[in-house]
T-cell receptor, first 114, second 114 residues
Framework: DAMVIQNPRYQVTQFGKPVTLSCSQT?????MYWYQQKSSQAPKLLFH???????NEADTPDNFQSRRPNTSFCFLDIRSPGLGDAAMYLC?????????????FGPGTRLLVL | AQSVTQLGSHVSVSEGALVLLRCNYS??????LFWYVQYPNQGLQLLLK??????LVKGINGFEAEFKKSETSFHLTKPSAHMSDAAEYFC????????????FGTGTRLTIIP
């Protein structure tokens, strides 16, 4: 089945230690998104790629970076995680055919910062 | 900017009873509207979406929603609740301009009482 895959499902890191979360997709979609979701809150868009074009949300901290080396993969780098960065990180994709397009979500990576 | 408001962060219904989850949107132009469901420790899954075709939209798992422009609403309903419907439900709106992004409501946690 075509899908969005996130690894690992759970990630533990130390305060200030860089961490990378990965996302891959077999849907061949043009757009890939990264969301941060804290407990009992709505997902908050951090940034997205339309093909290779990177689009950062205005309020995304500089501590968060992203890479998309090819169509299938996208990475979220947190350079110096703080306690406040503990959250579920969701990757999503869409075809990129317009604002009515469905976003398809991966299962998420839950990040714990010690 | 467009936004959605979900009234009721928690809703409890008895098994077999009607499910009604409320969503109101704010938009100066006809929006695209979505309902997503999130089960514990999982990503979001599309239930249904409104894309300006039919105002009554049928989705998966017996859910449906009606777009009412006069009330700026897109409430989600299901005639008979099942235990497996217990989850978090998010209403979302797609911005009509710029990049293809979703803005989520704060979510409604649905509990089913046996």
């Amino acid at each position: 089945d075509a899908m969005v895959i996130q690894n690992p499902r759970y990630q533990v890191t130390q305060f200030g230690k860089p961490v990378t979360l990965s996302c891959s997709q077999t849907l061949n979609h043009n757009v890939m998104y990264w969301y941060q979701q804290k407990s009992s809150q709505a997902p908050k868009l951090l940034f997205h790629y339309y093909d290779k074009d990177f689009n950062n949300e205005a309020d995304t901290p500089d501590n968060f970076q992203s890479r998309r080396p090819n169509t299938s993969f996208c990475f979220l780098d947190i350079r110096s995680p703080g306690l406040g960065d503990a959250a579920m990180y969701l990757c999503a994709t869409s075809r990129g055919g317009g604002h009515q397009e469905t976003q398809y979500f991966g299962p998420g990576t839950r990040l714990l910062v010690l | 900017a467009q936004s959605v408001t979900q009234l009721g962060s928690h809703v409890s219904v008895s098994e077999g009873a009607l499910v009604l989850l409320r969503c109101n949107y704010s938009s100066s132009v006809p929006p695209y509207l979505f309902w997503y469901v999130q089960y514990p420790n999982q990503g979001l899954q599309l239930l249904l979406k409104y894309t300006s075709a039919a105002t009554l939209v049928k989705g998966i798992n017996g859910f449906e929603a009606e777009f009412k422009k006069s009330e700026t609403s897109f409430h989600l309903t299901k005639p008979s609740a099942h235990m497996s419907d217990a989850a978090e439900y998010f209403c979302a709106v797609s911005e009509q301009s710029g990049n293809e992004k979703l803005t989520f409501g704060t979510g409604t946690r649905l509990t089913i009482i046996p």
